[in-house]
T-cell receptor
């Protein structure tokens, strides 16, 4: 089954404790991205990657890192989480940008930083 | 700055009503407009629109794009409680030459359908 898999689904952590949210897709998509969703603000892009070893900042990259060492994986790293990073996070993937197709979303990770 | 605005932000209707959700945009290098439905988890794809005036239809849902007036509408007829969700509109920006493309989302319309 074609899917985007995020882990964990729920996470509660303390301020300053490094964490990684994993994202993996099995559709051989070139393009992957991370969004955060907050009440009243909608989905905002954090980082995106157009292919292996190619990443770029989205609208709200501060406090986040990403890497794209393999095509299927695109982890989101919070080196020193803070309470304002409490949010619902989504990973998404799409095929090559030349194709007009929708983005496929993971199931989301609800992160709480206390 | 690229902008996608959805209205209304929330809406409560009774089962059987017809609703129209709006999405207007101001972006550079428009490529496509997408509608998603989100029910407490991952957004699920509904429609992609690239050309003006061509209605996309799926069951009781339909959508159309007006590239001259820069908006799209999503219609839901004979609403059911299962239509209760947040409906997201996103605009894809054409490759800017730097090789990037992005989806810019509106804030969503929360639809509640009561029996």
């Amino acid at each position: 089954e074609a899917q985007v898999t995020q882990n964990p689904r729920y996470l509660i952590t303390v301020t300053g404790k490094k964490l990684t949210v994993t994202c993996s897709q099995n559709m051989n998509h070139e393009y992957m991205s991370w969004y955060r969703q907050d009440p009243g603000l909608g989905l905002r892009q954090i980082y995106y990657s157009m292919n292996v070893e190619v990443t770029d900042k989205g609208d709200v990259p501060e406090g986040y890192k990403v890497s794209r060492k393999e095509k299927r994986n695109f982890p989101l790293i919070l080196e020193s989480p803070s309470p304002n990073q409490t949010s619902l996070y989504f990973c998404a993937s799409r095929p090559d940008r030349g194709l007009l197709t929708e983005a496929f979303f993971g199931q989301g990770t609800r992160l709480t930083v206390v | 700055e690229d902008k996608v605005v959805q209205s209304p932000l929330s809406l409560v209707v009774h089962e059987g009503d017809t609703v129209t959700l709006n999405c207007s945009y101001e972006v550079t290098n428009f490529r496509s407009l997408l509608w998603y439905k989100q029910e407490k988890k991952a957004p699920t794809f509904l429609f992609m629109l690239t050309s003006s005036g061509i209605e996309k239809k799926s069951g009781r849902l339909s959508s159309i794009l007006d590239k001259k007036e820069l908006f799209s509408i999503l219609n839901i007829t004979a609403t059911q409680t299962g239509d209760s969700a947040v409906y997201l509109c996103a605009v894809e920006l054409r490759d800017s030459g730097a090789g990037s493309y992005q989806l810019t989302f509106g804030k969503g319309t929360k639809l509640s359908v009561i029996p």
